[in-house]
T-cell receptor, first 120, second 111 residues
Framework: GAVVSQHPSRVICKSGTSVKIECRSL??????MFWYRQFPKQSLMLMAT?????????EQGVEKDKFLINHASLTLSTLTVTSAHPEDSSFYIC????????????????FGPGTRLLVL | KQEVTQIPAALSVPEGENLVLNCSFT??????LQWFRQDPGKGLTSLLL?????REQTSGRLNASLDKSSGRSTLYIAASQPGDSATYLC??????????FGTGTRLKVLA
């Protein structure tokens, strides 16, 4: 089955620093990756959609200069939280949508295990 | 704009009961609907994926149904067990090519 990994699984940082989270599709090529944020006891909210080789599309209310997304290859997308503040503390989950290659279901997404960010 | 709602928000049942979780969505033009399980502090585990052309999907003690015209899906859990305790999320993939998640149902199965 399709597997998506995230690194790190947990990170603690000081306020004002930047944190990078990686999302990798391990056994398929992902033309599109999605980044979600989940606050405690709330559902997942889509932050942005990234397509390989192009700029990410951000959802309304998400600051693109604060949450930098890079989708440099068909298997890797990164989310960088710049100048993190305590209110950025959250659970960040990525998902990946397969491209045209066979072997995995196309019209779905495969989710990573999430990264818990705590900003002190 | 697609909106997804789940009821109840929380549910507590004794072990062995059969139960139904509900998911409703406002725009019936969907490609698929997926049910997930999320344990506290963990990521998502996909349970069942229903394509728009399908009426239901089954996996073990789980059965999910889809009624596009009424904008509803149900997740049926048979013979519930304490290990089923988790938050259950439904998500709808619609014309915007992204998943919209429901608000979730927190299930607790008492031993």
């Amino acid at each position: 089955g399709a597997v998506v990994s995230q690194h790190p699984s947990r990170v603690i940082c000081k306020s004002g620093t930047s944190v990078k989270i990686e999302c990798r599709s391990l056994d398929f090529q992902a033309t599109t990756m999605f980044w979600y944020r989940q606050f405690p006891k709330q559902s997942l909210m889509l932050m942005a959609t990234s397509n390989e080789g192009s700029k990410a599309t951000y959802e309304q209310g998400v600051e693109k200069d604060k949450f930098l997304i890079n989708h440099a290859s068909l298997t890797l997308s990164t989310l960088t939280v710049t100048s993190a503040h305590p209110e950025d503390s959250s659970f960040y989950i990525c998902s990946a949508k397969p491209g045209l290659a066979g072997g995995v279901h196309q019209e779905t997404q495969y989710f990573g295990p999430g990264t818990r960010l705590l900003v002190l | 704009k697609q909106e997804v709602t789940q009821i109840p928000a929380a549910l507590s049942v004794p072990e062995g009961e059969n139960l139904v979780l509900n998911c409703s969505f406002t725009d019936s033009a969907i490609y698929n609907l997926q049910w997930f399980r999320q344990d506290p502090g963990k990521g998502l585990t996909s349970l069942l994926l229903i394509q728009s052309s399908q009426r239901e999907q089954t996996s073990g003690r789980l059965n999910a149904s889809l009624d596009k015209s009424s904008g509803r899906s149900t997740l049926y859990i048979a013979a519930s067990q304490p290990g089923d305790s988790a938050t259950y999320l439904c998500a709808v993939w619609s014309g915007t090519y992204k998943y919209i998640f429901g608000t979730g149902t927190r299930l607790k199965v008492l031993a």
